[in-house]
């Protein structure tokens, strides 16, 4: 499934989308990233009878992903973003 | 202060229901869904994948107090002990906290295989709005998600938003779908997405002349096309389906179907009752796959 | 030369006048719902307390969110290039400026010229501005000056699990009813506004000196938790940022028209 985490406010749409049939839970994207957003977790929260771990978007950073990301996406000269330059799989992408 | 007056919250009553049809101690499997929100909380009994029984009442203050009350609402009447549960599972906003729960799973699968279950194996977008979120499923035949999103953390576009307007308007919530569409013309929308700058707007536009029902219908219409552009980032599919309380505020849902350009699906279950109807499903599924509880 | 700066904001309307670079008359008046009007009033109240008249004023640069309104401009300033003026007309050290109005929050990094090299908007939600406090003081029932030095008091750190003012409403009335100081819970506010502007000056980098203007500036609680959570020492405050923004209107319109 693709999982949309984030949120949508006045001022834009945040949402990074983890396309769960691809990911594996090899946990690259946890490393890469520098504000913790994500977490690698054994249970999928959306998908009872799933069986392989996978990583999710962490609660409390979820509601804030303007401000986590921030500093991997300034407004000029962004360079590429770490954790889905991390990822093996193609899992992550990012809405903004 | 406002916020007092607007804990009274009735646009839907509190209610139980048992099935007439079915005796509970005839059931091989029974299990519960047990769904606390933030604002309402349901609790679903099922035998052998049927509902037997279900209640739908206000979350209180305290969490595993709402689950608790919820769970007794529902057996009320029956004579079901809730010993004879086999497997009982927590979602919502405080699924965590559902102490007779033996696991939680997110409302946004609850709410999947609830909606396929209330509305039929042709769902395939269910989008539920509740008092403090926002979400949007897609799923297959088999009620499983394929992709969803949700928004919590800004209050446009949630029941939360819509109580801010009825206050400030003084037009009880129950009323403002019918008092929308009590205009001459159509009005623009408000253009403020973000809550407290269109009240700023709806209060300018009062002044300049605007009637209530026409400011409620700007705000209506802004609150669908919201609702729109969530549930377009994840693709609208027929048949749509929607839950929750904001399934029952047709000065929103009209608008939004119009834009969409689809017929809602219809019910004659109680639109609420979806993630513990959902909750109680994957139990007896669990169940049956040999994952229930340890005895 | 004598130059007049307005800064047509979505609380406030402010005039500002400069004689030769110095500030010599400040007018101040709400803006509310008519716009032109606000202007005509906070202008003519900046002429008198400069005690001259508008024929004395050579130009006139007009800014912020309803610089549409200002017909007595000769030039529409862009906001984020009267904020970086006003920067570093009140601090030539400024290389990172912040403003913080009631319904947007900015920051831009600039040089020693005050010119924009980078900047970051936060406009439409208000969660990131002035506003978020104001509407948190009203559910505290606290005046809103009130609100910064209370903060002050408190050592706690609360976190607050709202990312919205109107959830954070109902999060507030949760902690009250949960018998938590108010105090402790100004602190919270302030704490969890910081925490997003400094988010967004993150993006834009931290480069010392680092200047607040806007009327949010005048909150000693938040400009506290913004020095906690930037965590690289002083922020300089102007004496009266609210006019921060007229100023750099004044300073463009002298530059440019």
């Known amino acids: ?84 330059e991390a990822c093996p799989h193609d899992v992550i992408s990012h809405s903004w | 202060m406002a916020e007092e007056k607007k804990q009274e919250f009735w646009r839907w009553t509190e209610s139980n229901w048992r099935n007439p049809d079915i005796k509970w101690e005839d059931a091989k499997i029974v299990t519960a869904g047990i769904d606390v929100g933030s604002v309402s909380s349901q609790a679903t009994v099922m035998t052998d994948g049927q509902i037997y029984a279900y209640s739908n009442m206000r979350t209180g203050s305290d969490s595993p107090e709402s689950a608790r009350n919820a769970l007794n609402y529902a057996l009320e009447g029956t004579d079901m ?43 395939r977008t269910v989008l539920d709005v509740g008092g403090q979120d926002c979400k949007a499923i897609r799923c297959d035949e088999k009620g499983k998600v394929i992709n969803f999103l949700m928004n919590d953390k800004c209050a446009a576009g949630t029941g939360r938003g819509m109580e801010v ?27 403020s997405t973000c809550v407290v700058y269109a009240k700023t707007e709806a209060t300018g536009l009062l002044r300049k002349g605007w009637e209530v029902n026409e400011v409620l219908a700007a705000y209506c219409s802004a609150m669908a096309e919201r609702i729109f552009t969530l549930i377009e980032r994840i693709g609208i599919e027929e048949k749509f389906a929607i839950t929750g309380g904001m399934a029952k505020n047709k000065g929103v849902i009209d608008r939004l179907m119009k834009i969409i350009g689809l017929e809602a699906m219809k019910t004659d279950w109680d639109t609420q009752i979806a993630g513990a109807a959902g909750a109680a499903l994957f139990g007896y599924a669990l169940v049956q796959k040999g994952k229930g509880r340890k005895k | 030369m004598i130059i007049a700066g307005i800064d047509c904001g979505a609380k406030n309307t402010k005039t500002i006048i400069l004689k030769d670079g110095n500030i010599i008359g400040k007018g101040i008046a709400l803006t509310g719902f008519d716009q032109a009007i606000a202007v005509k009033e906070s202008f003519e109240a900046a002429l008198k307390d400069a005690g001259i008249n508008k024929k004395d004023i050579e130009k006139i640069g007009g800014t912020g969110a309803g610089m549409d309104e200002i017909k007595e401009a000769d030039i529409k300033v862009n906001e ?13 050290s400024a290389r990172t400026v912040t403003d913080v109005g009631a319904e947007m929050g900015r920051a831009a990094k600039i040089d020693e010229k005050g010119q924009v090299i980078d900047f970051a908007i936060n406009e439409k939600c208000a969660a990131g501005a002035g506003a978020f406090i104001e509407a948190m003081a009203r559910a505290l029932e606290v005046k809103l000056e009130e609100m910064g030095p209370m903060a002050i008091k408190s050592d706690k750190s609360i976190p607050m699990n709202a990312q919205c003012t109107i959830f954070a409403e109902s999060e507030v009335v949760g902690l009250i009813h949960a018998k938590t100081q108010k105090m402790d819970i100004s602190k919270a506010i302030h704490d969890a506004m910081a925490s997003r502007i400094v988010a967004m000056i993150r993006r834009i980098g931290v480069n010392k000196d680092i200047v607040m203007i806007g009327g949010v500036g005048l909150n000693t609680g938040f400009v506290h938790s913004l020095e906690a959570e930037l965590g690289v020492g002083e922020i300089y405050i102007p004496e009266d940022p609210t006019f921060g923004q007229a100023v750099g209107a004044a300073v463009v319109g002298k530059e440019e028209a």
């Not at chain 1, 691809?22 to 957003?37: F, I, L, R, S, W």
């Not at chain 2, 033996?102 to 699968?109: K, L, M, V």
């Not at chain 2, 307007?165 to 623009?188: H, Y």
């Open chain 2, 81 to 123: 002990p809730e010993s004879r549960i086999d497997y009982c599972i927590g979602t919502g906003y405080g699924r965590v906290n559902v102490p007779m729960a033996d696991r939680s799973i997110t409302e946004i699968a609850c709410h999947a295989r609830g909606g396929h279950f209330i509305y039929g194996p042709e769902v």
């Open chain 2, 165 to 191: 307007f009825a206050d400030l308007l003084s037009v009880p919530i129950n009323d403002v779908g019918e008092r929308s569409f009590e205009v001459k013309e159509e009005p623009e929308p408000v253009s």
């Open chain 3, 80 to 92: 984020i290039k009267a904020m970086a003026k006003a920067a570093n007309y009140f601090f030539p």
């Open chain 1, 1 to 84: 499934m693709i999982a949309n985490y984030g949120y949508k406010d006045g001022s834009g749409d945040y949402f990074i989308a983890i396309d769960t049939d691809k990911c594996d839970g090899c946990g690259k994207c946890v490393e890469a990233c520098p504000a913790g957003v994500f977490e690698v977790v054994d249970e999928d929260p959306n998908d009872p009878f799933r069986e392989e771990p996978l990583i999710i978007v962490v609660g409390d950073k979820r509601k804030k992903l303007k401000y986590e990301c921030g500093p991997c996406k300034p407004p000029t000269n962004r360079p590429p973003v770490p954790c889905i």
